[in-house]
């Protein structure tokens, strides 16, 4: 649970907390308790109240307990927790079913963050699987004639794939935390492929998509029958390529991904054009999973932890950190106080991460700085007489980089498992756009990850954008999954959330209304979105009340449609309930077709 180094390169290993931590931890914790008893009281509404305390003799919170964005993969996690496997051995099976079924989201050819609590040793840490750039890569890697191409163009190009990293990610996480064998866990992903599955209503909309990834050569082969026609919902569609994949993986491990067949298939498929790619052997062969450890910190009288960058995790840490420094957070749901606070501390997180955030391996990240306490209540300060969009402040030791062009669509999948030890994961895991790049190798969809990048690498003066692209780096990223621990360090739950940008946004909100607000997580869930970037307020404006809009727009927080990919929120807390028997208040988002199952979920 050690916090990760601000600007140094990847940790190797910082899994373990010393005593001496864990005593600092306490003390953070204890602190933020009196702070939070202080911003609470009469500025609560009724049914708002943030929850107590964990009861001393609360039970360890155990699965099986399994939430993702389809029941297929869900059951393959739980079968393989009722097999003995642990939640890493589960989120092997979860990922390689998700990448059948769901391909516009997730895949063996795309990468992902994983968060990890360790029952038996208490400790916390994340596994960093993002594509990396290629060894040829330059700054000006998506420009053409002097100038950005458009960027539907540059994500359709072999110039937009890195080298992918889930399946590598996986097999690092599954060697150190894993129970059953590695070619055990693929066993539901490989019949399903060669037997067929059900195409769901939300694959069968972007099947049937007429222009982009959807209406590429090799996706117009996946997606047509043989009468000529595209699958629609409800049709069995079989995948014998990607049987044919995840059978080797799971003889040869991950090894066979990066240096046989499936490589190779993936450099000829990133080397036809238009406009080629620069991937090559080597940097399939070379890629490497990273242990990052885990950034923790107290919120109110929990601890929430996220991965260090390049995720976005410290934006949604620095996000809750003003949230504290702000009562009228506390308002509730009902409130339009509320809403418009959460919506000024966005812009200026936002501000921050953008200016900021990206590969620590590249660029001096100032998490310290970003999180410090004294900049934290300084920002927060500044969101009630905020017009227009937020500057990027000064946060101690950060070096003031360029601004950013960086655009994140949709593309990306979130779940959580818990293991009857009470281990527990939290891993969103994405392709970048729906679908990827639009282009296929062994079965699966390859990622578009470098167009994550940003376009421009420098500002009109001459200074380097923090995202700019560069050999090896990976790109910044708004994946953020989390996990929730009480005051002792022990797990309460993990959340996470697809949506590009909008990430941030969806996780930090998930986690006030489920702790500040003490909603169920499924009620958490449903709550409406809203997304504060630059200028602009987008929001699933159906979900807002006609009078709360009203309110907030007297406020100056007038709602536009959000245009960014919308929430697909997975997670489930261990809470007590009515009847005094606890269990697990599990929630999958209603925007997507996921399910939250196991044992003890209350839906």
């Not at 937009?160 to 129970?179: F, Y």
């Not at 026609?229 to 059978?247: C, E, F, I, K």
């Not at 227009?388 to 003031?400: I, N, R, Y």
């Not at 504060?532 to 100056?556: I, S």
Request: aromatic fraction near 8%.
């Amino acid at each position: 649970m050690r916090p990760a180094s601000p600007t140094a390169p990847s940790l190797a290993r910082s899994r373990a907390p010393s005593s001496v931590l864990r005593s600092l931890i306490a003390l953070a914790v204890g602190a933020s308790l009196v702070l939070s008893g202080c911003a609470g009281g009469a500025g609560t509404t009724a049914g708002a109240t943030p929850p107590g305390p964990v009861a001393a003799p609360a039970p360890q919170a155990r699965g099986p307990f399994v939430a993702a964005a389809n029941p297929l993969a869900v059951e393959a996690g739980l079968q393989v927790l009722r097999r003995g496997g642990s939640a890493v051995d589960a989120a092997v099976a979860v990922q390689a079913v998700l990448g059948l079924v769901e391909p516009q989201s997730s895949g063996l050819g795309g990468g992902a963050f994983m968060m990890v609590f360790d029952a038996a040793t208490g400790e916390v840490t994340s596994y960093d699987g993002r594509e990396t750039a290629p060894a040829a890569a330059t700054p000006e890697l998506f420009f053409e004639n002097g100038r950005p191409l458009p960027f539907g163009e540059a994500v359709l190009s072999g110039r937009s794939t890195g080298a992918p990293g889930a399946v590598a990610m996986l097999a690092m996480a599954q060697k150190a935390h894993g129970r059953l064998p590695w070619s055990e866990l693929f066993a539901d992903a490989g019949r399903l492929a060669r037997d067929g599955f059900v195409v769901s209503p939300r694959l069968a909309g972007f099947i049937a998509a007429t222009r982009g990834q959807a209406r590429t050569p090799w996706a117009d082969r996946y997606f047509t029958k043989p009468d000529g026609t595209r699958y629609v919902a409800g049709d069995v569609l079989s995948n014998p390529a990607y049987a044919a994949t995840v059978a080797e993986i799971a003889a040869g491990g991950a090894d066979v991904f990066y240096r046989g067949r499936i490589a190779r298939e993936i450099l000829a498929t990133v080397g036809e054009g238009p406009r080629p790619g620069l991937l090559t052997a080597a940097d399939l062969a070379g890629y490497q999973p990273l242990e990052r450890g885990a950034l923790c910190r107290p919120y109110r009288i929990y601890i929430v932890c996220a991965p260090p960058p390049p995720s976005s995790g410290v934006a949604v840490l620095q996000l809750l950190a003003m949230a504290e420094k702000t009562p009228d957070i506390l308002e509730g749901p009902a409130s339009a106080d509320a809403w418009t606070a959460f919506a000024q501390l966005q812009r200026l997180m936002y501000a921050d991460r953008d200016r900021y955030v990206a590969d620590p391996a590249f660029v001096g990240v100032p998490v310290q700085g970003l999180l410090d306490p004294n900049y934290v209540a300084a920002r927060a300060a500044q969101a009630p007489g905020l017009v227009g969009a937020a500057e990027p402040g000064f946060p101690p030791g950060g070096v003031f980089a360029g601004p950013d062009a960086t655009r994140e669509p949709a593309g990306t999948s979130h779940f959580v498992i818990v293991d009857d030890q009470g281990s527990a994961v939290s891993m969103t895991t994405t392709v970048e756009s729906v679908f990827g790049s639009g282009r296929m190798a062994a079965g699966f969809f390859l990622n578009n990850q470098l167009t994550d990048f940003s376009f421009e690498p420098r500002r009109p003066d001459g200074a380097p954008a923090a995202n700019a692209v560069a050999p090896g780096k990976r790109p910044r990223s708004s994946m953020s999954p989390v996990i929730i621990l009480d005051r002792d360090g022990r797990f309460l739950g993990a959340l996470g959330s697809p949506g590009g940008s909008s990430i941030v946004a969806y996780n930090a909100r998930a986690l006030i209304a489920v702790l500040d607000w003490g909603l169920p997580m499924q009620e958490a869930f449903s709550l409406p979105n809203l997304v504060a970037k630059g200028d602009g307020f987008g929001a699933d404006t159906e979900r807002f009340p006609v009078e709360l809009r009203e309110a907030m727009a007297a406020r100056g927080i007038v709602l536009q449609p959000n245009a960014s990919e919308n929430s697909g929120l997975h997670g489930a807390i261990w809470r007590q309930g009515p009847d005094g028997v606890w269990g697990w208040d599990g929630g999958a988002d209603d925007r997507r077709e996921g399910v939250a199952r196991g044992g003890g979920a209350r839906q």
